[in-house]
């Protein structure tokens, strides 16, 4: 099945720093979402961006579906940003799941 | 709020009970999923069901046994389960089975005792 990195695995920063987080998927998609789990551990969702490039406030992503990448930029962080970072990707073999990578763990300190 | 409801939001149950998990969508979606998360383990897809039918069974041990009456409803029932068993139980919906946007609920912490 499809494979899914994240780097870093963990991130510290000061408030007000900017950050770049990175998923490296092994097979095409077409599907990759982006999601913050918060600390009560509901995923929200942040992005939905099988390829090109989006941006919600200080989120941005793009998605080198050629390249078998994704990158979420976090501009200006907030402590309230703090959490974990997931993607997840479907496969576009038949049969593949959603799989999520193991996720970016940020903490944002003020 | 993502349109995705799950109750309870915490439940601690000793090995010998028979508990529910319950999960409703108010998005119109077609396919429904339970996930489970562990700690310091990826989050792993359990079951998908499409249009009521289960389409997915990722060899989950037969303790834990999902239905789906309708689109808007899925549960998850739990019998004689095992410590190990305890972690985040999350579900989710998607307009279509592996493809397009999945929304989660706010899961379930689940402790075996």
């Known amino acids: 099945g499809i494979q899914v990195e994240q780097s870093p695995p963990d991130l510290i920063l000061q408030e007000g720093a900017n950050s770049t987080l990175r998923c490296n998927f092994s097979?095409?998609?077409?599907?990759l979402q982006w999601f913050h789990q918060n600390p009560w551990g509901q995923l929200i969702n942040l992005f939905y961006?099988?390829?090109g490039t989006k941006q919600n406030g200080r989120l941005s992503a793009t998605t080198v579906a050629t390249e078998r990448y994704s990158l979420l930029y976090i501009s200006s962080s907030q402590t309230t940003d703090s959490g974990v970072y997931f993607c997840a990707v479907y496969g576009m073999s038949y049969g593949q799941n959603f799989v999520f990578g193991p996720g970016t763990r940020l903490s944002v300190l003020p | 709020e993502t349109g995705v409801t799950q109750t309870p939001r915490h439940l601690v149950m000793g090995m010998t009970n028979k508990k529910s998990l319950k999960c409703e969508q108010h998005l119109g979606h077609n396919a429904m999923y339970w996930y489970k998360q562990s700690a310091k383990k990826p989050l792993e897809l359990m079951f998908v069901?499409?249009?009521?039918?289960?389409?997915e069974n990722n060899s989950v041990p037969s303790r834990f046994s999902p239905e789906c009456p309708n689109s808007s409803h899925l549960f998850l029932h739990l019998h004689t389960l095992q410590p190990e068993d305890s972690a985040l139980y999350l579900c989710a919906s998607s307009q279509e089975a592996r493809t397009l946007e999945a929304f989660f609920g706010q899961g379930t912490r689940l402790t075996v005792v």
């Open positions: 961006i099988p390829s």
């Open positions: 097979d095409s998609v077409n599907n």
């Open positions: 069901y499409s249009l009521e039918e289960r389409v």
